[in-house]
Nanobody
């Protein structure tokens, strides 16, 4: 079965950290660009990052730049999103997606030709 599964979400205090995981089964993430997106209640989905498949370069949205870092573990077929200095406005459901190419959508990272979406993992930043 071809799928992406996110994990690692939860409740964290402002200023805290979380690491989200995006694990693929049935296909290799190394063959695709991988993006992270988030959707807060009542808001449109927002691109957070996009990591290229070949060079491993990552572009970040302005609202998260300097606080979030993406890394890949090819052996585990997993991409991680390390989130530091979290703010209440980071509260959202976070999704990963695999696709053909990174792009920019409404000023944020996006993906052209999404192959698979994950089911999402909720992140709540609150004291």
């Amino acid at each position: 079965q071809l799928q992406l599964v996110e994990s690692g979400g939860g409740l964290v205090q402002p200023g805290g950290s979380l690491r989200l995981s995006c694990t693929a089964s049935g296909f290799s993430l190394d063959s695709y660009v991988v993006g992270w997106f988030r959707q807060a209640p009542g808001r449109d989905r927002e691109g957070v990052s996009c990591t290229s498949s070949s060079e491993g370069k990552t572009s970040y949205g302005d609202s998260v730049k300097g606080r979030l870092t993406v890394s890949r573990d090819s052996a585990k077929n997993t991409v991680y999103l390390q989130m530091n200095s979290l703010k209440p406005e980071d509260t959202a459901v976070y999704y990963c997606a695999a696709g053909l190419a990174c792009t920019v959508l409404s000023g944020n990272p996006g993906i052209n030709g999404v192959y698979r979406w994950g089911q999402g993992t909720p992140v709540t930043v609150a004291s």
